[in-house]
């Protein structure tokens, strides 16, 4: 059966930083000449439900207060080059898929999120989709979605 996990994207304001950030991150891999570079993201605790999550599970990210965009995680184990301190890599697809956005509240590390309440896809014929995520927020506020 399928999990996912849900964490915040400190220090992100939009889609498009996070993008930006990862593209980066790659990047700079392709320069220190690792030939398949790994779009990782390295977390403290190791989840111990990690065969469910490979089962088809995601990263959701929570963006400024809201889940807003998923990354589904195709590799989970320790990260060899981590240090003294183990860790643990979470290997993310490269492409970031928006879900309909939906609010939630701080929180510290990361978390189990089971499918039911996990927010859908955002499909490519709902309005929203097309609206810049600035919008969406400010029409949220004003209780018009």
């Known amino acids: 059966m399928t999990l996912h996990l849900i964490k915040l994207c ?3 304001s939009e889609i498009p930083e996070l993008a ?3 593209r980066e991150r790659v990047a700079t891999q392709k320069k220190k000449g690792i030939k398949k570079p790994v779009l990782r993201h390295l977390t ?3 989840p111990k439900r990690a065969e469910e999550i490979l089962d ?6 929570v963006i400024k207060g809201v889940v807003r965009v998923r ?3 195709i590799g989970i184990g320790p990260a060899p080059d ?3 301190e183990p860790r643990c890599e979470l290997r993310l697809d490269r492409r970031l898929v928006r879900v309909v956005p939906r609010p939630c509240r701080a929180f510290q590390g990361w978390r189990y999120l089971e499918p039911a309440d996990a927010p859908p896809d955002l ?3 709902d309005p929203m989709a097309k609206m810049p995520p600035r919008m969406i927020e400010e029409l949220r506020s004003l209780g018009l979605l």
């Open 10 to 12: 400190v220090g992100v």
């Open 20 to 22: 930006r950030w990862q």
């Open 44 to 46: 403290r605790n190791t």
């Open 56 to 61: 088809g599970g995601s990263l959701y990210w």
């Open 71 to 73: 990354q589904r995680i």
């Open 82 to 84: 981590a240090g003294e």
């Open 123 to 125: 499909d490519a014929n």
